[in-house]
């Protein structure tokens, strides 16, 4: 769970700082998808840091990747098709 807190500035004035952990995210299409989840309420403003991730990192991720699917594989038989979905929420706008 996270919540707000005040964070006092050097010149005196306050900032809501989050203690929400740090989350992963891709920019793809011109927008931050997490990685994890958000325990934000909708439409919530917030400050992103950024800080790419070496080819190492992503490597070790696309390993966690590839476990995660051989575990569904394992479990179910097969690796369930998502391609229906994307392709909904790659649909433009109506």
Same mark, same amino acid.
């Not at 934000?40 to 699917?69: H, K, T």
């Given at each position: 769970?996270?919540?707000?807190a005040k964070?006092? !500035?050097?010149?005196?004035?306050?900032?809501? @700082?989050? %203690?929400?952990p740090?989350? =992963?995210?891709?920019?793809?299409?011109?927008?931050?998808?997490?990685l994890?989840?958000?325990?934000?309420?909708e439409?919530?403003?917030?400050r992103? !840091?950024?800080?790419?991730?070496?080819?190492? @990192?992503? %490597?070790?991720?696309?390993? =966690?990747?590839?476990?995660?699917?051989?575990?569904?594989?394992?479990?179910?038989?097969?690796?369930p098709?998502?391609?229906?979905?994307?392709?909904l929420?790659?649909?433009?706008?109506e």
């Amino acid at each position: 769970m996270w919540y707000l807190a005040k964070k006092q !500035n050097n010149n005196g004035t306050s900032e809501a @700082e989050s %203690n929400m952990p740090q989350i =992963e995210a891709i920019y793809q299409g011109g927008v931050f998808k997490p990685l994890g989840a958000v325990t934000l309420p909708e439409n919530q403003r917030v400050r992103l !840091n950024i800080q790419p991730l070496g080819a190492d @990192e992503v %490597n070790a991720w696309l390993e =966690e990747v590839r476990q995660v699917q051989q575990r569904i594989i394992e479990h179910r038989g097969f690796l369930p098709d998502s391609t229906p979905d994307i392709a909904l929420d790659r649909a433009p706008d109506e």
